[in-house]
Structure formats: C-alpha cells, structure tokens
C-alpha cells in the first residue's frame, strides 16, 4: 500500500467513529479590525496605516526624483507598461524594462504595480499578472509599488476575494525586516528595505 | 541538592546571559500580543473560539479536505506526494533534488522540516542546504537547534552571533545587528541566486484552491520561490483549512499573536508553479494599467479591485511539489488529543509561560518546546519511545495561560494532566523520577477509620518547630510564608454538629 493510501486510511479510520463538527458559519465583520470598522476614508486609512507598518508614501510621480535621491545607484527595473507613466520624471536614471539577474546588485530600485492596497493593514497585494517581474519587485534595495486609488479594497477578506485564479498573490505590508538579533528591529534582511507606494 | 527532573537541572544549569536574553525575548511580544489584539479587537475571544471551530471542523473531517487539496493542486500543475514519516519524506525530497539535478538548496524556515532532521539527510546526500532565515542561518552555522517556534535564537544574544560570523569568515567580528543582518543579506543573495531548488513549509493550506499560505518577514520565503527553478513544499497534514476566506481569521491572528504584528510583512499565496507561456484565459481582465474610477468600495460592496490574470510571468519555480506529510499526526488524531493538531505554531504559549521562560527551549530535549512541546512532542513519538519524553507534561505549574493565549483555544493544561496520567500508568520512569509515592495517601484515604485517625494525630505537627528546622529547602519556602495551623478533624466534627438546618428559607 502507498504512503498515500496508509494515511488517507487512518485519517479515515481516526475520523469515522466520531462525531464531526459542523462548520461555523461566521460573517466577516468578526475579522474586521476596529480601524476599518470606524473608517470612512479607506483611502485615508491605508496610507495611514502604510506609513505606520514602515512604508513610505510617494505624494505623486513628479516626486519620484526626490524620494530616489539617497538611491545607492542611478539604475532601476521598471515593468515596461509603467514607463510611459515615469518616462519623463526619472531623467537621468538608468532604467531597465527587463530583469537582469547578472545586474541583481546594481540595481537600487524596481517600480512594479500593485494589484490592490488592503486599507485596514496597508497592505499591497501583488500577484503574478500585475507584477511583470517578481524578483524587480523584490531583489533591489527600493520597491515602488504604483497603486490605483480604486484599487484600494477595505479588508483582508476583501482581497483574499480577488485572488481568483491567480496562482501567485502576495501581501506586501511594510519592508522586509527581522527582529532575530535580541528583538532589535533591522529592515531590509532579504527584501527591499525600503517599501513605496505611490497612488495613481 | 539536585533535581531528579532533568528540565530543572538545565533551567538551573543555565547561563544567566541565556536566562536573561530568553525571559526579554519573551516578555516583549507577550506585551505587543496583547496590545495589537485589544487595540485592534477589543475582545478577541470570539475571533480566537471561531478559529478553534474552524480547525476543528478541518480535522474532524480531514479525509475529504486533504483529498480536495490534492486535486485542486494537482489541476494547477503541481506534484502532490504523501510521506508516512520522516524518513519517507526525507528520501522523497532527496529524489526530487537528485532527478532535478539539484546540488545547492535553498530553505525558508519551516518547523517541520526541523522534525524530520532534513538538512542532516540532505547532507549525508552531498546536498548543501542553506537556511536563509537568519535565525535558522545562525543555528545552521552554529549546529544549533531552534529554541523557539518563531524566534529560534532566542537563546543567543548578538556577541555569540558576531563571534560565529567570524567564525564562518563572514568579516571582522561585529556585534551590531544592522550590520549582522547586512553580512547574512550578501551571503544569502548569492545562494539565492545560485541556488538550484527552494524547500519551504506551509503555514496553512486551503482545500478549496490548494493555495498554501507562507509568512515571513524577511522575504525569503519569497526569494526561495521566486529564484529557483524547483519549488519543495513540506507541510503537516493538519494544516488544511476549508476555504481561502478562512485564511483571514488565521492571519489576522498569527501574527498578532506571535509578535504583536496585524500580519507578516511578507504573506504569499501559492498554489501552482509559474504559468510558463500560456496566455490570459479569455473573458479575463487584461493585466494592462488602466485608471479606474476614483470611487473607492465600502467595506459592505463587492470590492472593486482589478482580477489579476493568468498571464505568464517570466519569473518563479517552474515546478512545484507538495509533500504531506504525516509522520505521526494521524495516530493523534485517533486519540483524545486531537485537538492539539488545531496548533498554527504561533509560539505564544511558548512566550507567556512561566517554565519555559525560565528554563529556554532546549531544556524540553525536542523541536517543540514549551507548552505545546510538552503535550506535542511525546504525542509525536513513536508508542515505544513515548516513555523517553513523559517527564515533559511535568513540566508545567498548570496556571492556564497557554490555553488562555493559544488562537485556536487548544486546552494544553488539560493535556498536559491527561498525559501525566499516561505517563504514570504506563510506568514511564522519566515521569516517576522526582515524584513522591502517592502510596501512603491512597492507603489512607481508601480507610476512613485510619484518615481520621491520622487526622487527629496530625494536629501533633502544630507542636513541631518548623521554621527551626535545617532543612535547606523548607527554609527557602517558610522565609517568605507563614503556614497556617493544621486543623484536622474541625470540618467532621462541624458537620456532625451543626444541625439540619436545610428546611430553612
């Protein structure tokens, strides 16, 4: 008999003789925290609650040159159907519209979209069809995510609901970070240590 | 004088620097825990029963969830396997890698494959493995174990970190965490980069989509997927849960609960290897940029947001193969244990209970350690080798925080009680050692003629001097305490003379 069998024989077999629970029906208000519950600006209360889960809000796309002026290096990935919208503002800059991975290093930043902001977390949600280039959105030191306002969902629930078929989706709350040396806070282990978001 | 229970003798055995580095590890997230819940819930007991109910249901009927998981991921393209124990997972996993050609690994933490000893297999099969959290990154170079669910190095502080760096060639010795964590991030990019497979776990797997949920905080959990071209998912069978919408109760209390954070920074659904040139199903949104409308949904709408696509991407594992495993979970959940397999290794029991924090994870001799150790980890034993851990349920004062911390409400103290009993029923002597014989009093209080004899006789020890008495250990106790006077027989004699007054109003 194969492992498969054998276990699905005992899980069975241990399940069989009991009685089983029913599954509660809950509604999702249950899982909604108290920020969203009282929210009337969900927009407001994303970048709110970006800010306070480390992020760093970009106010629009002109400012793009200034929040990239500490950058380590001039060189950035961009997904190709954003850069009309930064063509202009990132003069100067040297852009890629393809990942390079023999350039992983070089590269300071990656502006790739975000598929939703979940406003009680502030939270981005990035899946496999907004994201042109997962490691562009993870290997340099900056990710910009670009994030329509309408796009920005209330609740966790809400988002999980947009998964769809969507084989790759990820929540983005804050930049990468650790607390493993003593508990002390240190961002930017293996992911961005610093995460952006500018709404469109 | 030295304690027959070896927990105690490690908990006395250790280091203060340890003592203190555990008890602040523990004490700090206790703390945010409980802020993040009453902050953001108020009361979130309802959320934390819904949970248990949830997990509950899952397990009861787990056959048919388990079965829906597979089918589900194998639609989307993924291998599903099942492993009976470690060294079926482990020999699976080695075939994998060898088939595929794999020689350098790259590993997200995962709890499980702590269990099953996989990196020592993976070894001994000319297999380097890399743990890329970095405190599993740590204990792998220390050839440490974790000693702790979340925070595995809990037990080290940052100079015994910097002089193992330094150890390992990973620069001059430092002790500053930023610039720890900067050494790990450049080592670990270029396995990363290099690396031919990821293994991962799973924090929770949804039998409707097969979509299986990892959290981190540093990334790597996301670069094992999206660097390598093999993708090894490793995950206990009790980690199914029905549906994707049940994921929101769980996240929205692990994290909290562990450290105090509403989620993970990182939180990936998967269920499938990337979709290599296949074009976006028909009828779908286009994944192009478009502006929406500038309204925003409100909480009771439908949401809004665009549907991602099924557009290829052009990077992540091209192949994807799940492990179930079950490895001793099965026969718990024939027994009346069951409900510790509700367990999302959270770790805050671990973080508020008093023996654990005062005697650091290693003292429990296992991968789990603290309360749910204690109840988990003989269970996960062998029948045979049950006796090897029954000392472990000992260890604990019974004070109910675990339970009362514990998001899916698992009763651990009523365990741990029950297992004692097991423990001394089968005549386990790690479970003996240290515990007076119940022998005399149960001589006694099955002869009720002998008990009140001794209860009178036993008002002689009101005579006796006690705080006078060199006994080292009655001393330690009586010099802070004052014991009351011993006044057997009084309740007989007060029942027999207080009349029946049972008719009165």
Known sequence: ?200 | MKSPQSIDRYADALPQSVRETVFEGTRVPTIWRREALARDYGDSDPLRKLAAQIKQHTLDHLDQYLEQAETRLRENGAEVLFANDAASANSMVTRLLRENGAKLVVKSKSMLTEELHLNPHLEENGIEVVETDLGEFIIQIDDDIPSHIIKPIVHKNRRDIAKSFQREGLGDYNDDPETITRRARKHLREKFLKADAGITGANFVSAESGRIVLVTNEGNARFCITAPRLHIVLVGIEKIVPHDRDFAVFLNLLARSGVGQQLTVYTQFINGPRMVGVPALAGSQSPGFETGSEEVSRASDPPKGGTPTDAPTTDGAEKMVVIFVDNGRSSILDSEYREVLRCIRCGACQNVCPVYRQASGHAYRTTYQGPIGAVLSPLLMKQDEFASLADLPKASSLCGACQEVCPVDIPIPDMLVRLRDRAFREGASQAKAGTPSMEPWAFLATRPKAWRGMMQAANLANLVPLNLMPVPPLMRWLGSRELPKFRGGEFRSWMKNRGDDTHHE
């Open chain 1, 1 to 200: 008999m194969s492992d498969r069998e054998q276990i699905m024989n005992r899980v069975r077999n241990a399940t069989a003789s009991r009685p089983r629970t029913e599954y509660p029906q809950w509604d999702s208000g249950i899982v909604h925290s108290r920020g969203i519950r009282d929210s009337v600006d969900h927009v407001g209360l994303f970048c709110q609650k970006f800010d306070a889960v480390g992020g760093k809000m970009v106010k629009a796309i002109a400012d793009l040159p200034e929040m990239l002026k500490d950058a380590a290096s001039k060189k950035g990935y961009i997904d190709p159907e954003l850069l009309p919208l930064v063509r202009d503002v990132l003069t100067g800059f040297e852009i890629d519209t393809t990942f390079d991975r023999a350039k992983v290093d070089e590269y300071a930043f990656g502006i790739t979209r975000a598929a939703a902001g979940i406003a009680e977390s502030g939270s981005l949600l990035l899946t496999g069809g907004s994201t042109s280039s997962r490691m562009g959105a993870l290997a340099p030191w900056i990710h910009i995510a670009i994030l329509e306002r309408a796009k920005i969902v209330p609740t966790i629930p809400d988002a999980i609901a947009l998964f769809g078929s969507e084989r790759n989706a990820l929540f983005v709350t804050g930049p990468s970070k650790t607390a493993d040396v003593e508990g002390i806070l240190i961002k930017g282990v293996h992911g961005p240590g610093v995460q952006m978001c500018c709404l469109v």
